[in-house]
């Protein structure tokens, strides 16, 4: 190697150990953030005293939202883990919150929507997120722009990853 080439070299390892600094800090902060989600979603239900469904099943409501979807369809769009849709959609069926049926289309789906039950606590989510936006940027210091550079950032990491899974990469 030059000596030319040395400072290059490792200015390149520098930027390597910045970059996976960064990267397992970002793994770190998606994690926690989506736990610290369920956990306000948690206090959320216990301030409204709903006590029949916990904060996994509530997000699972707001995610159906106002569509009729198959478990595949909520799975692939939520991201939840097959047996985790599976078992909180039976246990959401059985306490009211969803109706499902089987398609008509596809014999072998089952379409899920939101029961009044259901929309109610959809509805409290949103309020819920409505809140949050009303003091976002005030109190959060978190403003649009940031969302937006946050979104896209996030968005390209999970391209990556389904590249990583899809093509085996």
Same mark, same amino acid.
């Given at each position: 190697?030059?000596?030319?080439?040395?400072?290059?070299?490792?200015?390149?390892?520098?930027?390597?150990?910045?970059?996976?600094?960064?990267?397992?800090?970002?793994?770190?902060?998606?994690?926690?953030?989506?736990?610290?989600?369920?956990?306000?979603? &948690?206090? !959320?239900?216990? /301030?409204?005293?709903? %006590? =029949?469904?916990?904060?996994?099943?509530?997000?699972? @409501?707001?995610? $159906? #939202?106002?569509?009729?979807?198959?478990?595949?369809?909520?799975?692939?769009?939520?991201?939840?883990?097959?047996?985790?849709?599976?078992?909180?959609?039976?246990?959401?069926?059985?306490?009211?919150?969803?109706?499902?049926?089987?398609?008509?289309?596809?014999?072998?789906?089952?379409?899920?929507?939101?029961?009044? &039950?259901? !929309?109610?606590? /959809?509805?409290?989510? %949103? =309020?819920?997120?409505?809140?949050?936006?009303?003091? @976002?940027?005030? $109190? #959060?210091?978190?403003?649009?722009?940031?969302?937006?550079?946050?979104?896209?950032?996030?968005?390209?990491?999970?391209?990556?990853?389904?590249?990583?899974?899809?093509?085996?990469?």
């Amino acid at each position: 190697m030059t000596a030319l080439a040395r400072p290059q070299a490792a200015a390149a390892i520098d930027g390597a150990r910045e970059q996976a600094k960064f990267y397992l800090e970002t793994l770190n902060l998606v994690e926690r953030l989506h736990r610290q989600l369920l956990d306000v979603i &948690k206090d !959320e239900l216990d /301030r409204r005293d709903e %006590r =029949e469904i916990n904060s996994v099943q509530a997000l699972l @409501l707001f995610n $159906v #939202g106002d569509q009729e979807l198959t478990a595949g369809e909520l799975r692939t769009r939520g991201h939840y883990l097959g047996s985790n849709v599976s078992y909180n959609l039976k246990k959401l069926v059985d306490l009211g919150y969803i109706h499902h049926e089987r398609s008509e289309v596809d014999r072998r789906s089952v379409l899920v929507r939101l029961t009044p &039950k259901g !929309e109610a606590v /959809r509805d409290m989510l %949103r =309020e819920l997120f409505g809140r949050h936006l009303g003091s @976002l940027e005030a $109190v #959060g210091n978190v403003a649009t722009g940031d969302l937006d550079s946050l979104n896209a950032s996030l968005r390209r990491i999970e391209r990556f990853w389904i590249d990583q899974v899809r093509f085996r990469l």
